[in-house]
C-alpha cells in the first residue's frame, strides 16, 4: 500500500511540477538561471532524507548514479525547462510520457529484453496519443515547435537514462534514496558548471530573485523524486511505474487548474495524455 501512495505522489508532484515551472517563468525567472536553483533544493531534500543510509557506502556504490545524473537530470533540466517555456507544461508532459516506450525500445535493442506482446498495443496508444496532440486544433499562443522538439529531447534521454541505471545497478544496489540523491548531486554538478561558465556574468545582479522564484519548484522536484525513489524501494516496478505515468495527466490536470485557458487545455489534449498514460501503463505492466 506504501508503494502505491508513493507511486501515485510521484505522478503527481512531476505533474505539478512542470506546472510550476511554467509559473516561474510567466514571473521573469531565466530557465537556464533557475536550473542549479531546482536541482540544488531537490538535491538538498534528498540528502536530508537520505542521510542515515549513507553510514556504510562507498563512493564507488553510488558513483553510477552521480555520472548518469550529469546527463539526466543534469543536462536535461535546462531543456526540460526551455520545453515548459516553448510547449506550455501541458504538451511538454503528455510527449515525454512517451519516454516508457523509447525505454522499452532501447532495452530491447541493447539489453536484449524479450519482447512482450504487450508492448505492441502500448506502441499504439502512444502513437494514438501524439497522432492526437499533432491534430489538436487550439493551442496556447505561447506555443512553439521548437518546444516540442526539445520536450521530444527529454523522452529521448530520460529512456537512455533508464537503461544506464539498469545497467549499472547489476553489480551494486545502495539505498533508492542514497542514489536519488547522488543522481541530483550529479546533475547539479552539471547545471552549475554550465551556469557558471556560459552565464557568470548575469549571475551577480540575479541570485537573490532567481531563489526567490525558482525555490518552490527545486522543493517539489525533489519532493517528487523522493516519492519516487521510496515508491520503487517498496514496490514491484509493474506498480510503481504505470501509476508514476499518471504525471501526463495531472500536468494537463494542473495546466487546466492553475493556468486557466492561456494553456488552451481542450478535449484532444486530455486524449493523448490519457492514451500516452495507457501505453505507459501497459509497459510497466509488461515489465
Request: hydrophobic share 60%.
Amino acid at each position: 500500500m506504501a508503494a502505491v501512495a508513493f507511486a501515485l505522489g510521484a505522478g503527481l508532484l512531476f505533474g505539478l511540477f512542470a506546472v510550476v515551472v511554467r509559473m516561474a517563468l510567466q514571473r521573469g525567472g531565466d530557465p537556464q538561471l533557475g536550473a542549479p536553483v531546482i536541482i540544488g533544493t531537490g538535491f538538498l531534500t534528498a540528502l536530508a532524507i537520505s542521510a542515515p543510509s549513507l553510514a556504510g557506502l562507498e563512493i564507488r556504490d553510488l558513483l553510477p548514479f552521480y555520472l548518469v545524473g550529469l546527463f539526466v537530470p543534469g543536462a536535461s533540466q535546462i531543456i526540460f525547462l526551455m520545453a515548459v517555456r516553448d510547449a506550455g507544461p501541458a504538451r511538454a508532459s503528455v510527449i515525454i510520457g512517451i519516454a516508457p516506450i523509447l525505454s522499452v525500445g532501447i532495452a530491447l535493442v541493447f539489453l536484449d529484453e524479450q519482447f512482450d506482446p504487450l508492448l505492441a498495443l502500448a506502441t499504439l496508444l502512444v502513437v494514438a496519443g501524439g497522432a492526437a496532440l499533432v491534430f489538436e486544433r487550439s493551442r496556447p499562443a505561447h506555443f512553439r515547435l521548437l518546444g516540442a522538439v526539445f520536450a521530444l529531447t527529454c523522452a529521448v534521454m530520460f529512456s537512455v537514462r533508464d537503461n544506464l541505471v539498469r545497467w549499472a545497478t547489476q553489480d551494486v544496489d545502495p539505498p533508492a534514496v542514497a542514489a536519488a540523491a547522488a543522481s541530483l548531486l550529479g546533475a547539479f554538478t552539471t547545471v552549475a558548471l554550465y551556469v557558471l561558465i556560459v552565464r557568470r556574468h548575469q549571475l551577480a545582479g540575479s541570485v537573490r530573485s532567481t531563489l526567490r522564484t525558482f525555490l518552490p519548484v527545486g522543493l517539489v522536484l525533489g519532493g517528487a523524486y523522493i516519492c519516487l525513489v521510496l515508491g520503487f524501494d517498496r514496490g514491484r516496478v509493474s506498480v510503481v511505474a504505470p501509476l508514476n505515468a499518471t504525471q501526463s495527466l495531472w500536468g494537463v490536470l494542473f495546466s487546466a487548474v492553475l493556468l486557466g485557458r492561456s494553456e488552451a487545455v481542450g478535449s484532444r489534449l486530455v486524449l493523448a495524455a490519457a492514451l500516452v498514460v495507457g501505453g505507459s501503463a501497459i509497459v510497466g505492466i509488461a515489465r
